[in-house]
C-alpha cells in the first residue's frame, strides 16, 4: 500500500543533543511537509518543500532544520533539542495539484530528557 | 480571536447516536474545508473535502459548509465506538494551500 512511513515512532534524546527524524513515502507526492503537535493542540506547520523548493515558516525556530534529498526521504533535524521541543512530529504529503490533501505518516514521538 | 476555533470536548455520544462536531473560522476568504480524524498516537486522516458552500455526503459522514455564518458542521450517523478520535477541522484559502490551518480539535468518545 502507498504511505508515508516515519521513523522512528518513538524517540528519546538528551537535551541540546542532536536529533534527526526521518520520513519516507511511496506516494510519489511532490509536496512534503513538517508538523509539530503539541498534547491537544492542533499540528503546527514547521516547513513544507515543493519538490526540492523549500519554505520556512515565519515562526519556525532556527533549531530546525530540514533536508529533501530525492523525492521520497524528507529529514527533520533538530540541532539543540530544549524540553519545550518534545512533542509528536508528524509528515504529511500531498499531491502537486491538491495541496490541500495531506496523507500524514503515523508520527514520531519526541521526548526531551 | 483565534482563526479557527473548535470546542475541545470531550463529546461523549453513546452508539447510534448522531454527532455533530463544529468549527467556526473568521477568515472570510477560505474556500476549501476538510475534515481530519485522529486516532490517538496516530497522524491526522483526510475524512472529507469541500469547496466553497453547500453539503457532502461519504457513507455515515456528512460535511456542510455554511459560508455567510463562517460556520462548518461534520455529522457521523449510527456513530460507532470505532469513531472515537478527535476531529480538526481544517481550511485554506486556495487549492495550493494558501493560509491553510487546523482547528484545535474536538475530542469525540462513543460509548458502546
Known amino acids: 500500500d502507498a504511505m508515508v512511513i516515519q521513523n522512528p515512532r518513538y524517540q528519546v534524546t538528551q537535551f541540546g543533543k542532536p536529533v534527526t527524524l526521518s520520513c519516507s513515502q511511496t506516494?510519489?507526492?511532490?509536496?512534503m511537509y513538517w508538523y509539530q503537535q503539541k498534547s491537544s493542540q492542533a499540528p503546527k506547520l514547521l516547513f513544507h518543500?515543493?519538490?526540492?523548493?523549500?519554505?520556512n515558516e515565519a515562526d519556525t525556530p532556527d533549531n530546525f532544520q530540514s533536508r529533501r534529498p530525492n523525492t521520497s526521504f524528507c529529514f527533520l533535524d533538530i540541532r539543540s533539542p530544549g524540553l519545550g521541543d518534545a512533542a509528536m512530529y508528524l509528515c504529511?504529503?500531498?499531491?502537486?495539484?491538491?495541496?490541500?490533501?495531506?496523507?500524514f505518516g503515523p508520527g514520531t514521538r519526541l521526548t526531551v530528557t | 480571536q483565534k482563526e479557527v476555533e473548535q470546542d475541545p470536548g470531550p463529546l461523549s455520544v453513546p452508539e447510534g447516536a448522531i454527532v455533530s462536531l463544529n468549527c467556526t473560522y473568521s477568515?472570510?476568504?477560505?474556500?476549501?474545508f476538510m475534515w481530519y480524524r485522529q486516532y490517538s498516537r496516530k497522524g491526522p486522516e483526510l475524512l472529507m473535502y469541500?469547496?466553497?458552500?453547500g453539503n457532502k455526503e461519504d457513507g455515515r459522514f456528512t460535511a456542510q459548509v455554511d459560508k455567510s455564518s463562517k460556520y462548518i458542521s461534520l455529522f457521523i450517523r449510527d456513530s460507532q465506538p470505532s469513531d472515537s478520535a478527535t476531529y480538526l477541522c481544517?481550511?485554506?484559502?486556495?487549492?495550493?494551500?494558501?493560509?491553510?490551518?487546523f482547528g484545535p480539535g474536538t475530542r469525540l468518545s462513543v460509548l458502546p
Open positions: 504529511a504529503t500531498s499531491p502537486s495539484g491538491s495541496w490541500n490533501e495531506q496523507y
Open positions: 506516494l510519489n507526492h511532490n509536496v
Open positions: 518543500y515543493y519538490d526540492k523548493d523549500f519554505n
Open positions: 477568515n472570510s476568504a477560505f474556500q476549501y
Open positions: 469541500t469547496y466553497s458552500s
Open positions: 481544517a481550511m485554506s484559502v486556495g487549492n495550493y494551500g494558501q493560509n491553510f490551518v
